[in-house]
């Protein structure tokens, strides 16, 4: 047999008087108690839910209505019941009416200054032990992809690497040529004013060769390559995730990392050593062009130069740390871009982060290899 809704009252001293509603205030058991309500001419003072057995949203209007017109005061009501009357009066009454709703209610005040602290280095230590599980996982899934594609070297796609290669390296020819020659002028020009104080201007030639093979060569490639390339695989791969080609990837059978991160993975490896070598011999160039002006040494002799002071490994400093810079600016690059989520403005910030990151890791892995290089002997 259903259980129908019911009420009963109680005259309080001052004439006015309390409701206690019992059974189910649902759709289905509700009846006519709405009219009966309604039928009351007394002035209310309280409505108690403590014998209120299922409630749902129904009755959490037939509640605040009744307290609405009447300005009673809800009791006893359980914490479900109290959310559904909340979130009817929020929708259906003023905020006057508040005031004579008995809900519990938390004081929360503006944390202090120790307490906000706290809070944000909590959350950044959330955020960073998130940070490296995130990252583990893409480079296993990164291993995972190598070993799959040596075990089936057929569904390695080389068309993929190719393409990648003359849009990281080849289309990258100009601005690296240009940057490094620039920057050659600039160590020789200001390398002779400051060697001219001692009569060792003839050392400028030391300075740029040493200085372009070691250091500047492949340090200003890898910023310009984390600038160029490293940007534009954290945008590739977040568009396609945003709009959910990388999925549908998944769907059909396509592993993601196969298809997307390996081919730019590979491709820097590939090409940073040689745009490294091509930024440092531009660089050199750039030393002996305006050496003819300043130093007035020719520019052949420059060259021959370079040949006698520069050791060879040198050349190999520059040529081992390369594919290392390399491997952290796609890295970088493909690992943004692979948590990109949410909306486009994710594509921008996870873009600057890889940019970031990239020539920050690239910087400190430089001042690693320095001291490291120096105490084996090859300083």
Known sequence: ?????DFTTE????GGISIALSGPLCVSSVGRIDERLRAIEEQVEAIDLTQVGGFDTVGAWLVTRLAEERGAKITGGSEEAMRLIAAVRGEHIDEDLLETVDTPVEAEGEPGALANIAQRFGAFVIAYVDGVVRLTAFLGALLIAFGALIRHPSRFRRNALVRQIELSGVNALPIVGLMSFLIGIVIAQQGAVQLRQFGAEIYTVNLTGRLSMRELGILMTAIMFAGRSGSSFAAQIGTMKL???????R??????MEAL????VLAALLI??????YAAVLSIIGGAFVSMFSLDIPFFSFLNRIQE???MHDIWVGLIKAPLFGLIVALAGCYQGMQV?????????????AVVQAIFAVIVLDAFFAVFFTEVGWG
């Open 341 to 353: 989520e949410g909306n486009s403005e994710e594509v921008g910030l996870r873009t600057t982060v």
């Open 243 to 249: 709009t959910e080609e990388i999925d549908a990837m």
């Open 1 to 5: 047999m259903r259980e129908w809704a």
């Open 11 to 14: 005259t309080g001293k001052d």
């Open 261 to 264: 991160v390996v081919p730019r």
């Open 309 to 311: 002071v520069v050791p």
């Open 272 to 277: 940073m050593p040689l745009l490294g070598f």
């Open 251 to 256: 769907t059909i059978g396509v592993s993601p």
